[in-house]
C-alpha cells in the first residue's frame, strides 16, 4: 500500500494539463468575443467559426400568454408533440413521444413531414382539439438559418437524418405543405427555434430577467445595434441571436488549452475537426476523457497495479454519468466510485486508485464548467446588462453535483463589476420553449391583426 500513495504527484503532474490559468481564460474570452463579432459581421459571417444566427424573436414571454398552444419539438430519432394550456397561474403542460422509424429518417422529406402531421393530427383528436384551430410552435434542433419568425432553412442534417429535398429549404413550409396535404386539421404554425432558444423562453416565463439560454450550444439576448445581420424592419431593442458556440475553436483557436486527450476524443468522432469547444465542455464527451486519462495512468503503471481492465481499455465505456456519481461522494468516502470500478471490473482497487479517479474527474468537470464560465462571462459582458439570469440546461449542468457552484463561482470573476447575474436550470426547455414561442408569436398576431 505504501507504494501506491507515492503515485499522487506524478498523477497530479499528469493532470496539470487541465489546469487552466488565469491568462489562458482570459484568451479564451477574448478569442469567443472576437469570434462572436465576426459571427454577427454582415461580411464575416460565412466564414466565422461561431456562427451566430439571428431568431427573430424578439419578445420574450411576459407571463401574461393565455389559451392553447401545441409545440413540436424534433431534435432526432424521436420527436414530442405537446400541448400547453397557459392560465392565470398554472402552466398544465401535456406531451406524446413518437418514433421516426428509420426508413423515414433516410428516405424523402415528404414523408418525413407527411408523418409527422399524421401525429400531429392523432395527438389533437387524443386531446379532443381536433375541431379547433391552434397555434403551433416548432424546435427544430438542426443547424437553420433563420430569415424570419416563421422561415428557418435548414443547412445541413445532422443526427443520423439524411432526408432528401430538404436541405435549402424552408421547413415551416414542409410542415404546413404536410398540414395542409392532410386537410383534417387547423394549425397556424406561429414561429420556429431550436433548442437552445426554447431555453430561454422556458426560463423567461418564469423570470423576466432571463437573457441568455444555454444547452452546450448558447443562445442569448443582443443589443440589435451589433446585429449587421438583420433584415427585418423593427422597433425592438433587443432579440434573440443564437451563438452555436460549439464549433468555437474549430479553426485553431484553442489548440494552446487542448491536451492530448482531447485530440484523441477528436480524431475517433464521427465529425472529426468540427465542435472542438463543444467536445471539451459536453456531457457526450466527458466521460470519454476521463476514460482516456485513466487509461494513460494505468498503462504508466500510476493506477491499478498496472493492470486496468478490458471494460476500462473500451472506447467510450466511462460513461459521464459516472463523472457525476464519483464526485458526488462525500470527501474520504468513496461508496460510488467504488461501484463504478467494479462495473468495470477493476476490483479490489486501492483507498489510493479511488482517489486518484476522483482527482481525474474532478480536474476534467472543473475544465470543463470553467470553460462554460469564459463562454457566459463573455456574453454577459457584451451585454452589459445590470441584471441578467442565465437559463441553462444539459445533462452536465443538470445532474453534476458541483457544476452549478463551480460555474457560479468562476463567472463571478470574470464578469465586469456591476453586472448581477444568476444561474437557473431551465426545466424542458425545448418543448416548453416552443409553445411560448407559439404563444408569444401569436400574440403578435393578434395585436397586429
Known amino acids: 500500500m505504501g507504494m501506491a500513495i507515492n503515485n499522487l504527484p506524478r498523477i497530479r503532474e499528469e493532470c496539470r494539463v487541465f489546469h487552466m490559468s488565469d491568462t489562458q481564460i482570459f484568451e479564451v474570452m477574448s478569442k ?29 414571454p411576459n407571463g401574461r400568454e393565455r389559451g392553447k398552444f401545441l409545440a413540436l419539438d424534433l431534435g432526432g430519432t ?49 386531446h379532443e382539439v381536433y375541431e379547433e384551430r391552434l397555434a403551433l410552435g416548432f424546435t427544430f434542433s438542426f443547424p437553420l438559418k433563420q430569415t424570419g419568425l416563421t422561415k428557418g432553412v435548414l443547412q445541413r442534417w445532422t443526427k443520423g437524418f439524411s432526408c432528401s429535398g430538404v436541405v435549402n429549404e424552408d421547413v415551416v413550409q414542409a410542415l404546413k405543405d404536410a398540414i395542409s396535404r392532410r386537410g383534417d386539421v387547423q394549425i397556424d404554425v406561429c414561429g420556429i427555434l431550436n433548442d437552445t432558444t426554447g431555453t430561454l423562453m422556458s426560463c423567461a416565463w ?18 440589435k445595434s ?7 424592419k423593427t422597433d425592438k431593442p433587443e432579440m434573440l441571436i443564437n451563438t452555436e458556440w460549439g464549433a468555437f475553436g474549430d479553426d485553431g483557436s484553442l489548440d494552446f488549452i487542448r491536451t492530448e486527450f482531447d485530440r484523441d476524443v477528436d480524431t475517433n468522432s464521427i465529425n472529426r475537426g468540427t465542435q472542438i469547444f463543444e467536445k471539451m465542455i459536453a456531457g457526450m464527451y466527458l466521460g470519454e ?17 498496472g493492470v486496468g481492465s478490458d471494460l476500462l481499455f473500451k472506447r467510450n465505456n466511462f460513461h459521464t454519468k459516472y463523472v457525476s456519481e464519483i464526485e458526488s461522494d462525500n470527501p474520504g468516502d468513496y461508496t460510488s466510485c467504488r461501484d463504478v470500478l467494479e462495473e468495470l471490473g477493476l476490483t479490489p482497487a486501492s483507498e489510493a486508485d479511488m482517489a486518484a479517479v476522483r482527482y481525474v474527474c474532478e480536474c476534467v468537470s472543473r475544465r470543463a464548467a470553467h470553460l462554460v464560465s469564459a463562454g457566459i462571462a463573455t456574453l454577459l459582458n457584451k451585454m452589459n446588462n445590470p441584471v441578467v439570469t442565465v437559463g441553462i440546461d444539459g445533462s452536465v449542468y443538470r445532474f453534476h453535483p458541483h457544476f452549478h457552484n463551480l460555474m457560479s463561482e468562476k463567472i463571478q470573476q470574470l464578469v465586469q463589476p456591476g453586472i448581477k447575474f444568476n444561474l437557473m436550470l431551465s426545466e424542458d426547455g425545448s418543448g416548453r420553449g416552443a409553445a411560448l414561442v407559439a404563444a408569444v408569436a401569436c400574440h403578435q398576431s393578434q395585436q397586429g391583426a
Open 206 to 223: 418564469k423570470n423576466h430577467n432571463c437573457k441568455i439560454g444555454l444547452i452546450a450550444g448558447s443562445c442569448s439576448v443582443k443589443r
Open 226 to 232: 451589433n446585429c449587421e445581420l438583420f433584415e427585418e
Open 289 to 305: 476523457i476521463v476514460r482516456l486519462v485513466l487509461e494513460k495512468l494505468t498503462k504508466m503503471g500510476l493506477l491499478f497495479n
Open 32 to 60: 469567443l468575443n472576437n469570434d462572436l463579432v465576426r459571427g454577427l459581421g454582415r461580411n464575416t459571417h460565412s466564414t466565422a467559426s461561431v456562427k451566430c444566427w439571428l431568431t427573430y424573436i424578439q419578445d420574450l
Open 78 to 126: 424521436n420527436f414530442r408533440v405537446l400541448i400547453i394550456n397557459l392560465g392565470e397561474n398554472h402552466f398544465d403542460m401535456q406531451s406524446k413521444i413518437y418514433a421516426i422509424p428509420q426508413h423515414i429518417m433516410t428516405g424523402t422529406g415528404i414523408a418525413l413531414f407527411d408523418h409527422i402531421a399524421e401525429c400531429l393530427a392523432n395527438f389533437m383528436k387524443e
